[in-house]
T-cell receptor, first 115, second 117 residues
């Protein structure tokens, strides 16, 4: 069964460093998402992406964040200069179409630790 | 703004018994979608069940069913015949089919469910 994959599973970085979190969505999916979950807190929407552009972004998704689909398979989240508060679990998701009746399939997440 | 509230941080149930997880939400929209996701220790987020607000019939998926009360803005999940593999964090989530391609999920804080042998 096709699945969303994410690498790395755990990333440790120093404050101020750039990180790139990678996701491979399900191959025929067209809509892509990033969510994050700070330990003990709610899962929060970061950004949605369709047709090579951002559809919506949250207040969290400031200038330090960017997303890219550099080729036909990868979908990346870049944090330019990490802060301690960026430590969280980051989930990538994809869906075949944008309709809410279409399930968003989630990857296993990347745990980002900023020291 | 839409919000989702799960008032039970932790619950436990004996294997083979039934448990109900609560979820309430707030929205001014009339058309929306509600979801329950399961997050086992592996951390993968798995869709358990979904409900369209315009459907009066409660959704059912095998041992999982919901009690959707639109007027009360309540969306509880019932797990029947609980199994050890049901031990997980359960998240209630909400989506409004906004115009364009906006399809963000809004999440509750989650309920940690432990199924005891």
């Amino acid at each position: 069964e096709p699945e969303v994959t994410q690498t790395p599973s755990h990333q440790v970085t120093q404050m101020g460093q750039e990180v790139i979190l990678r996701c491979v969505p399900i191959s025929n999916h067209l809509y892509f998402y990033w969510y994050r979950q700070i330990l003990g807190q709610k899962v929060e929407f970061l950004v949605s992406f369709y047709n090579n552009e951002i559809s919506e972004k949250s207040e969290i998704f400031d200038d330090q964040f960017s997303v890219e689909r550099p080729d036909g398979s990868n979908f990346t989240l870049k944090i330019r200069s990490t802060k301690l508060e960026d430590s969280a679990m980051y989930f990538c998701a994809s869906s075949e179409e944008g309709g809410p009746s279409n399930e968003q399939f989630f990857g296993p997440g990347t745990r980002l630790t900023v020291l | 703004a839409q919000t989702v509230t799960q008032s039970q941080p932790e619950m436990s149930v004996q294997e083979a018994e039934t448990v109900t997880l609560s979820c309430t939400y707030d929205t001014s929209e009339s058309n929306y979608y509600l979801f329950w996701y399961k997050q086992p220790p592996s951390r993968q987020m798995i869709l358990v069940i979904r409900q369209e607000a315009y459907k009066q019939q409660n959704a059912t998926e095998n041992r999982f069913s919901v009690n959707f009360q639109k007027a009360a803005k309540s969306f509880s999940l019932k797990i029947s015949d609980s199994q050890l593999g049901d031990t997980a964090m359960y998240f209630c989530a909400f989506m409004t089919p906004l115009a364009g391609n906006n399809r963000k999920l809004i999440w509750g804080l989650g309920t940690s469910l432990a199924v005891n042998p």
